[in-house]
């Protein structure tokens, strides 16, 4: 007997290399700066309560039954009038409503990913992108960028070469560098995409989530021939464990898009959409936003704050202007992979070393940390104790 | 500028040929016989809205957040008892939460499929898991069965051939014949697998709705090397509006099938899970059960006897012992895709043509009726219009 044989694309797939690592920051004692949580005491519990009553009493067989693959009409229509009203001109027929933003990395992937054809991301990206594209087996263009975002003379270089069919960008407080692509890039990325032909998804969980600035208009917004998809997350602003998101794109896309939705979980459960829209609806997801702002920007501010007063002299980071997280860069040749497990085991606090989110294998020294999981006294408990194994490292070296 | 290509994999897919057609079924006034969904009155919305409220009273910013890939351990420690009491030997680790049963198809074939590989289904066989094994450029190995499910002889040659990586089967009311594979048949399955080294999906999401007869063990049951990987779901069973299923497998598998997970959706969504964990654990879900067996089996039995009563004398139809179809071969050279748009559009009565089910084409006599989700009074009414329409074409024939 012969033992069947895993696929290439699964061989090809890393889990999260620091996942069993991070298995240990679940535990309450750790103070973790990891993951891309939302506040726990964040969540709209007796909102999301009271709407699931409602509609249970009023349309219980409904929504415990099938609901189709494209997603709840009224909820298609919503979105597809607000997206309008933001510049991103949507019918309803557009829009597919999924099992969060990352199914549609994967749903993309599959439509339009054969084995080698290139995908430009930025140089570092999101690392479950990464994955997702590794699994397809596509070959990864990574480009540098800078407080500027994506570096567009690369962006068009990388265009130019012939080897990329797609571009994954996450331009606004970008995971993790927390860097925002400005209005003129934005432009100039729709005019590369359409002068070589790429396809490009834009992915956006945090542009909602912004504490200082002004808002920017979607890449998508610029789109005049349908190259740019694009995707957000309900997972931030309501609830991650509802899986609730959605993507909008040209009619023909879609309907590959659907095609994905159809083979994989058929349709995103009811009652997580259901409550999503009653949100929207009912107006009260906006005051929601706002109260979930001025608890982030604090906590925003007081990690910075922390930065400045724990870690060592030389080292870096972002003041981002939205979104989740700081993004470090370490002194002195500190490896951050190394340095995980002694933050965790020793000091009681966990981080997301840098090197996964780069695709061509650097960013040793960077560290990604999460300000709005952790309490107020948890980011300066944290901090001075991640400040103090940092400095008794450099200290050694 | 050029167009972006689709992949080859979503151009080789393809949606469901009659969606457009079953969508006119979906309205109101059409007596539909077409989808596997469950009876719209036997969701129990009360028990649902109780467990729910007790749920985010007790544990709100727990269900909100986010979950872990593999689902929730108290779910899965709960399922690997129950299968394990079920002759299913399996270990909390070698189970995964899935948002549906149709979720695991897609898992493993991105876990095992090379393009070119290929995949043994009996003919007819689900369609939507043909679409999959499509999406994954499979080559599919159709072969026959009778009323003991497939047939071994063909199935050992297929394995033979050495073309085979993988075997998919509803060895238990078969999706679309309402087969069920005997016991000795099984047995002789898990050898063929063994000899030849292929891996097997076990899809089994009806077995537990018997309505005569007596249950019969899983393939998986009879597996020692760990080539059968066993689903399940509990969209028949509750709702399949929460999307709630699940996969037990080897554990070095389970893994691949958890990087699948985390590539797509990352986790089930959580009030899915927790609803049907305090089914199971409260013991509300056998009673259920039980009572949507009575109700099924009322059904079932008077969609046989409206089929022995307006029917034309030469069809011939199965009896199945359980799950939710009727499967009907029509004489007289009568096509069934053709004679769906006029069963809707005049008769107001929708069924699924058998030709999508077949990996050869063939099938354009039969058709699948579905007995679960029309009334009584729509079962009659309806299996006397198509019965009429069929007997009036076979006139003018």
């Not at 003129?184 to 992915?203: H, P, T």
């Not at 704050?305 to 030389?314: F, I, N, R, S, V």
Request: a neutral charge.
């Amino acid at each position: 007997m012969s033992v069947p044989q895993f696929s290439t694309r699964i061989m090809n797939t890393s889990g999260n290399v620091i996942r069993e690592v991070l298995k240990l920051a679940e535990q309450s004692h750790i103070i973790s700066f990891a993951g891309g949580f939302p506040s726990p005491n964040s969540f709209p519990v007796t909102q999301v309560n009271e709407i699931i009553n409602e509609l249970l009493q009023k349309s219980g067989p409904e929504i415990l039954q099938y609901g189709s693959s494209e997603g709840f009409p009224a909820f298609r229509e919503y979105l597809a009038a607000w997206l309008t009203g933001q510049g991103i001109t949507a019918t309803p027929d557009e829009v597919l409503i999924t099992s969060g933003a990352q199914q549609v990395i994967d749903y993309m992937a599959k439509a339009f990913l054969n084995p080698g054809d290139g995908v430009i991301v930025e140089n570092p990206t999101y690392l479950a992108a990464l994955n997702v594209f590794k699994s397809y087996e596509a070959e990864i263009i990574p480009i540098n960028g800078d407080a500027n975002g994506v570096n567009l003379v690369e962006l068009e270089k990388a265009a130019a070469s012939g080897k990329a069919k797609m571009v994954y960008l996450v331009p606004t407080f970008a995971n993790p560098t927390g860097v925002t692509t400005p209005v003129e890039s934005r432009k100039k990325i729709v005019e590369i995409l359409d002068k070589y032909g790429l396809i490009m998804l834009e992915d956006d969980p945090y542009s909602r989530l912004r504490y200082s600035g002004n808002p920017l208009p979607a890449v998508k917004s610029f789109d005049k021939t349908g190259n740019v998809v694009y995707t957000s997350s309900f997972s931030k602003l309501i609830s991650p464990g509802m899986r609730v998101g959605y993507v909008t794109a040209r009619h023909d896309i879609l309907r590959k898009l659907v095609l994905g939705k159809q083979c994989t979980d058929v349709h995103t459960n009811n009652i997580g959409q259901r409550v999503v829209f009653e949100f929207c609806r009912r107006g009260i997801l906006e005051p929601h936003i706002e109260k979930i702002i001025a608890q982030y920007k604090k906590q925003r501010d007081l990690m910075l704050d922390m930065c400045k007063q724990h870690l060592p002299a030389e080292t870096t980071w972002n003041v981002p202007e939205g979104g989740l997280f700081l993004w470090l860069t370490l002194p002195g040749g500190i490896n951050t992979t190394d340095l995980l497990p002694i933050a965790i085991e020793r000091e009681k606090v966990a981080f997301i070393p840098g090197k996964p989110f780069f695709a061509d294998g650097s960013g040793e020294n960077s560290m990604r940390l999460n300000f709005s999981n952790a309490s107020p006294e948890g980011i300066a408990e944290g901090m001075k104790r991640l400040g103090g194994v940092i400095k008794e490292i450099l200290k050694n070296k």
